[in-house]
């Protein structure tokens, strides 16, 4: 059976898994274009996993529907879906070479040796390792095994790929550079890629959509522009990146800006949601990097006043850790500024006492209480 999708690779429509009494998906629904690259993102236990694994094949669903290019894929075997599956422990054939390795594929699909010789080279190429053909996986660093893992799961041309945890096993220098090569590499073939991680970092650096996930459910499927600084929830606002949630309670609103009284007396403005009434109890989210030290001159909507705690260098920028005189605890972020001042700051040699601190409106986002 087939549908019309449009330029959709994926389209999964609430699907529903339980093992036993464990409910481990509820009414999870996602679209993958042709060329995106979408991650699940979230703790462990949130769903995203056991998802994959059902579009993979691998776990079937108790109900719901998975549409693979139009066709109606929810309970055919994995081989029948047209898929790559990228693992984060390579799964290579440890007494095969990297060309039969990455020929595997191809050949279980009975392809003339010729043409398997030009693809499995092609794909070589692509992962810039044409020279490792004959080695054998225990020749090969993990940066490489999983290169040749992604380049297997890639040679058959797949009309989706998914990976789940691919880089997890690696050191994070060599994770950030393959993040970037992957990214790379996603750019030059145009393919659909669906990516499972509990790294922020790692799904803010990839990704074109990121699908959160939490406790089975969908929390909230967005751009990591959308996710980090329109976080719908407070579960998505303290998951995704560092943040100051703040509790208080909404004096005053309009279409999408609200008043808050935080629970010291403090009044903050900022960006609301629909659905939170006037003199409701929320949380105010802002960002570390968003708040700065004012020096006099600058006329932020929102102003503090508070004492510099305790700072830490953490490399390119140092976080200030703040406490108001009524105890309210705020953290904020910035560029280190060079090596004497970071050690001064950092040190604590270097107090400026009380400070007046303060951000814009527009970063201040005005979640319901959870």
């Known amino acids: 059976m087939t549908?019309?999708?449009g330029n959709y690779k994926l389209r999964v429509n609430d699907l529903r898994k339980t093992f036993g009494s464990l409910v481990a998906l509820e009414g999870a629904s996602i679209d993958v274009k042709e060329g995106e690259f979408l991650t699940l993102l979230g703790p462990s236990g949130s769903g995203k996993t056991t998802l994959l694994l059902a579009i993979a094949g691998l776990n079937d669903p108790d109900s719901g529907a998975i549409w693979i290019d139009g066709r109606l894929t929810t309970y055919l075997p994995p081989f029948k879906r047209d898929i790559g599956m990228v693992f984060q422990n390579y799964a290579l054939f440890?007494?095969?070479?990297?060309?039969?390795?990455?020929?595997?594929?191809?050949?279980?699909?009975?392809?003339?040796?010729?043409?398997?010789?030009?693809?499995?080279?092609?794909?070589?190429?692509i992962i810039q390792l044409p020279d490792i053909a004959q080695r054998y996986p225990r020749?090969?660093?993990?940066?490489?095994?999983?290169?040749?893992?992604?380049?297997?799961?890639?040679?058959?041309?797949?009309?989706?790929?998914?990976?789940?945890?691919?880089?997890?096993?690696?050191?994070?220098?060599?994770?950030?550079?393959?993040?970037?090569?992957?990214?790379?590499?996603?750019?030059?073939?145009?393919?659909?890629?669906?990516?499972v991680t509990h790294d922020q970092?790692?799904?803010?650096?990839?990704?074109?959509?990121?699908?959160?996930?939490?406790?089975?459910?969908?929390?909230?499927?967005?751009?990591?522009?959308?996710?980090?600084?329109?976080?719908?929830t407070v579960f998505a606002?303290?998951?995704?990146?560092?943040?100051?949630?703040?509790?208080g309670r909404v004096t005053a609103r309009d279409a999408n800006e609200a008043a808050v009284r935080l629970d010291d007396g403090t009044e903050l403005r900022g960006v609301i949601q629909e659905g939170i009434v006037e003199g409701e109890r929320?949380?105010?989210?802002?960002?570390?990097e968003s708040i700065a030290l004012l020096n006099g001159g600058e006329a932020p909507e929102n102003v503090v006043e508070a004492d510099l705690e305790n700072a830490i260098m953490t490399g390119g920028t140092i976080k200030?850790?703040?406490?108001?005189?009524?105890?309210?605890?705020?953290?904020?972020?910035?560029l280190t500024g060079g090596?004497?001042?970071?050690?001064?700051?950092?040190?604590?040699?270097?107090?400026?006492?009380?400070?007046?601190?303060?951000?814009s409106r527009e970063r201040t986002v005005v979640l319901k209480d959870a």
Request: proline share 5%; glycine share 6%; charged share 25%.
């Open 282 to 288: 929320v949380r105010v989210m802002v960002r570390p």
């Open 3 to 5: 549908i019309a999708t």
């Open 139 to 195: 020749q090969l660093s993990g940066g490489q095994q999983q290169r040749v893992a992604l380049a297997r799961a890639l040679v058959y041309e797949p009309s989706i790929v998914l990976m789940d945890e691919p880089l997890g096993a690696l050191d994070k220098k060599l994770r950030d550079q393959l993040q970037l090569e992957i990214k790379q590499l996603h750019a030059k073939l145009n393919i659909a890629v669906l990516y």
């Open 339 to 359: 090596p004497l001042a970071a050690r001064k700051v950092a040190s604590g040699k270097q107090r400026p006492g009380k400070q007046r601190l303060g951000w």
């Open 201 to 232: 970092e790692e799904a803010l650096v990839m990704s074109d959509r990121i699908c959160l996930m939490r406790d089975g459910r969908i929390e909230q499927l967005g751009t990591p522009d959308e996710l980090y600084f329109s976080p719908r």
């Open 320 to 334: 200030c850790f703040f406490r108001t005189g009524s105890g309210l605890q705020l953290s904020a972020r910035t």
């Open 237 to 247: 606002a303290d998951f995704l990146g560092e943040s100051n949630l703040l509790s």
């Open 94 to 125: 440890p007494h095969m070479t990297v060309f039969d390795n990455i020929a595997f594929p191809l050949r279980m699909r009975r392809g003339a040796e010729r043409e398997i010789k030009d693809s499995v080279n092609r794909v070589l190429d």
